[in-house]
């Protein structure tokens, strides 16, 4: 795709569906890029007039959409980003890749079997490119413990402990957050991240065994999933406080023969390694975003590992590499594990 006129390389254009939150930071990541990976934003579009208003500063004269299905029925960019609510994501994501364009679809990529059985059909038979937004892939100090996994930097793993803790999502638009059809509870939205990851760097696992509480409404608030890899046992937990003050908090434990790594979102230095035999290390970690961009003027550490996901992207379609970090059949394949928890869950909240 690396075409180039007059010498200079092509212009890819996009479009951002969805300019709230996770929009936003979709938006700031591509105005960062745009120079270096020669993107253009061409349309943007969200239901809601301030959003779209903010989104449309940063690119002069970009055209403004009510509703995504209208963007993509009138503009036919390269790219699309669909930063959309969960329930939302298939269908403009099938949309998109039948008008031929390229899609960055946020996670989860879907709700159900059958919208992940028609994704997949439908890249299959346009031949585009789609990534999904498992933004964990990305974070320096996942992608740290995943390569001391491989390289048995420290040994065999023993175990895993994983958390991903935060207050009641109370701030979707509409409150989309608290209805299970539109965003799979707190597994499909939040704890997925941290099944996904499981999955991205130990594989299937053998079996899985999940306790659950829920809110007043029966909506699961809670997992707490225990995996069994071979010889490896993992624990992940998800957490939709009850709280809408309490602060986010992401972690992990990963105990291996020689040492046992330990990260803590919350604390600085957050990623430290404490060896068997005595000695204390906070690995150095190289960081896409520890940088100002010197054309848009974004401090890049604002964006973190989104920058570096949607850079990622950017970089296959460029070069025509496989996409192999988060593609769309592996984010179909981490909402059916979702989906299975979320089952099971429902099941333990039942029989309490």
Known sequence: MEERENGALRKLTAALIGCGGMGATHNLALKALSEEMGVEMIAIADC????????????????????????????????????????????????????????????????????GELLLKTQKETGVKVMVGQVVRSFAEYRYLKEVYEKQTYGKLKSLVMQRLSRKAAWGFENWFMDEKKSGSVVLDLHIHDLDFLRYMIGEPDS??????????????????????????????????????????????????????????????ALVVYGKDGTVVSPKLEKDDQMRDAVSGINLSDLGPYYTEIRYFLE?????????????????????????????AREYVKGR
């Open 48 to 115: 809601r007039q301030e959003c779209l208003e903010k989104g449309a500063e940063i690119w002069p004269g970009v055209h403004k959409y009510e509703t995504g299905m209208e963007l993509l029925e009138k503009e036919t960019p390269d790219i699309v980003h669909i930063c959309l609510p969960s329930y939302l994501h298939a269908d403009h994501a099938v949309r998109a890749m039948k008008k031929g364009c390229h899609v960055f679809i946020e996670k989860p990529v879907c709700l159900s079997r059958e919208e």
């Open 208 to 269: 899985f065994t999940v306790k659950a509480t829920a809110f007043e409404t029966g909506l699961i608030n809670q997992v707490i999933v225990d995996y069994r890899f071979g010889d490896v046992f993992a624990v992940a937990e998800g957490l939709w406080d009850v709280s809408t003050t309490m602060a986010f908090e992401p972690s992990f434990r990963a105990c291996f023969e020689e040492a046992t790594v330990v990260y803590n979102g919350t604390k600085e230095p």
């Open 316 to 344: 296959c379609l460029r070069s025509g590499k496989e996409m192999r970090r988060a593609p769309l059949e592996e984010g179909v394949k981490s909402v059916l594990l979702g989906l299975e928890e979320l089952e099971a």
